[in-house]
């Protein structure tokens, strides 16, 4: 149990397009999502905490216009990087809690997206 | 605020142990232990809430000293699939969200 997907695993686009990217608790509901984001050799840094039904918190120096997060049901959150630069290219990966756990328990992460901008 | 680990890097023979350190500034709610292997998503290893709290898997352990935020993984008799990225990422207290320290990077030679 407790499976978390993403779709795309990997997309490749074109600088200035957008990409969405989506996240989804297979057997659970999960209220509270975070998206992170690793460049290659460095640690996952957060992004964003996404909660269902309200305005996602950003991390300090993280653009809000930029990627545009919305959680819109109880088992999906959705990343979209907004006209995408080659420096954005970077392996995105979400996690999710259970519906009623708190940081005290596992969060579960997706198998992630790897974002190549050309 | 990151954790900060230590070491960076360790290379190991097959058979030997190793300690990879966290520590905060913040007065921590729980630690929590990941592996990552190259391309890959962080695999879960383990969590601790409490000071003083010791928890193990096999031969891969971890312990928790809450008055001094910091936090240890004990990996004994190693083997060839211990080889990855080792990740502490911890909860402050009010947090609600988990910050990944920089990671410290494992190789077991045969």
């Not at chain 2, 008799?77 to 080889?83: G, H, K, T």
């Given at each position: 149990g407790a499976v978390v997907s993403q779709h795309p695993s990997w997309v490749i686009c074109k600088s200035g397009t957008s990409v969405k990217i989506e996240c989804r608790s297979l057997d659970f509901q999960a209220t509270t999502m975070f998206w992170y984001r690793q460049f290659p050799k460095q640690s996952l840094m957060l992004m964003a905490t996404s909660n269902e039904g309200s305005k996602a918190t950003y991390e300090q120096g993280v653009e809000k216009d930029k990627f545009l997060i919305n959680h819109?049901?109880?088992?999906l959150s959705t990343l979209t990087v907004t006209s995408?630069?080659?420096?954005?290219s970077s392996f995105y990966i979400c996690s999710a809690i259970p519906s009623?756990?708190?940081?005290a328990y596992e969060q579960y992460f997706g198998p992630g997206t790897r974002l190549t901008v050309t | 605020q990151q954790p900060v680990q230590s070491p960076q890097a360790v290379i190991l023979r097959e058979g030997e142990d190793a300690v990879i350190n966290c520590s905060s500034s913040k007065a921590l709610y729980s630690v929590h232990w990941y592996r990552q292997k190259h391309g890959e998503a962080p695999v879960f290893l383990m969590i601790l809430l409490k000071g003083g709290e010791q928890k193990g898997h096999e031969k891969i352990s971890a312990s928790f000293n809450e008055k001094k935020q910091q936090s240890s993984l004990y990996l004994t008799?190693?083997?060839?699939?211990?080889?990855g990225t080792y990740f502490c990422g911890t909860v402050e207290w009010q947090g609600g969200k988990l910050i990944f320290g920089q990671g410290t990077e494992l190789s077991v030679k045969p």
């Open positions: 819109a049901s109880l088992t995408a630069h080659p420096e954005d009623g756990r708190n940081l | 008799a190693s083997q060839l699939s211990y080889s």
